[in-house]
């Protein structure tokens, strides 16, 4: 297993490197300039041009790319034009509510979705199963700026049972902070996760190994336990760990809309101030919190299906 792993996070190394290079040279892409937003509408030429030799960008392209790489070598993500601190500090002191809310978001997902397809399943064609369905199709089509006002209205405004925004100080408010805005990226990964698990069992119940199972007389619980629900779990762990990456950017939104002091909310200024540094640190963050996930999610794999466990050795 430490040999797989090493391969895998060799094969990173070059997704990472060709993450910066779109980054750095997409940012650049934003109109606008730094200098001129940084001094407003009414600085002079000679002004915005002292700022930009300052900040760097009167250079090429090119240099200021090697500049940038070589302060990543170095763990130095750079500093903020607009924040006037280092974008290191920014992204540690954002970086907890943002993964609070995707690990939030998928324990919901699986809670929610893993007993609804698994009952839907065993019950084909039945009133539950029919409900699901109608609500998995209702859940794919609901965009999660519009649900997340919605909730915000319905449980903090007309119903003020829970915070409208923010994080919370401690562990127990920010699950209560974080729960609308979680249930919000919840309801749109769950019809995924709940269409490809409801499939998958039911492909697996009609599986020859199920039957000898219950031939050799299994209680029906260790059957569904045991042959039916693991094997089964693989086509749902990879649609939860391609969305959850998906919605790794999707929480740029929902973490506005409910005002949490998280990446996404950094994200959405950085854009509008022209902050180059930042926006090149946090999209960067979001990339690696992508590729990270495929690695755990193949080490699910290892650790589910015996035969590939096999093929590492």
């Known amino acids: ?12 190394v070059p997704v990472v490197i060709g993450i910066t290079l779109a980054v750095f ?8 300039d730094p200098a001129r937003t940084l001094l407003g509408i009414h ?9 930009r030799h300052t900040l760097g960008l009167d250079r090429s392209v090119g240099i200021q790319y090697l500049i940038f790489m070589k302060a990543l070598v170095r763990g130095d993500l750079g500093h903020s034009y607009f924040f006037s601190s280092p974008v290191s500090s920014l992204v540690l002191a954002r970086l907890p509510p943002t993964l609070f809310l995707l690990a939030y978001a998928t324990a919901l997902t699986v809670l929610i979705a893993f007993p609804a397809a698994i009952l839907a399943a065993l019950r084909p064609n ?4 029919q409900a699901v369905r109608i609500a998995s199709i209702f859940g794919i089509g609901l965009p999660g700026y519009w649900l997340g006002v919605v909730l915000v209205y319905a449980f903090a405004i007309a119903l003020p049972i829970l915070p409208v925004a923010g994080y919370g100080e401690n562990l127990g408010e920010h699950f209560t902070f974080l729960l609308l805005p979680a249930l919000t990226i919840a ?4 019809p995924l996760v709940l269409r490809a698990l409801r499939a998958s069992v039911m492909e697996t119940l009609r599986a020859g190994y199920v039957d000898t199972a219950r031939a050799k007389g299994l209680a029906p619980r260790l059957v569904l336990r045991r042959h039916v629900v693991r094997n089964a779990l693989m086509p749902a762990i990879t649609v939860l ?6 919605l790794i950017g999707g929480t740029v939104i929902i973490e506005n809309v409910f005002a949490i002091p998280g990446l996404g909310s950094l994200m959405i200024i950085s854009i509008g101030t022209r902050d180059y540094p930042t926006i090149q640190a946090i999209t960067l963050v979001f990339a690696v919190l992508v590729v990270l996930i495929n690695l755990a999610t193949d080490l699910v794999y290892a650790a589910l299906d015996p035969r590939l466990r096999a093929e590492i050795r």
């Open 1 to 12: 297993m430490g040999a797989f792993l090493l391969r895998r996070i060799a094969l990173l």
């Open 25 to 32: 040279f997409l940012i650049r892409l934003i109109p606008g």
């Open 43 to 51: 600085a002079t030429p000679e002004l915005i041009a002292q700022v």
């Open 126 to 129: 039945s009133i539950w199963d």
């Open 187 to 190: 309801v749109s990964l769950v």
């Open 241 to 246: 760990a391609l969305n959850i990456g998906y």
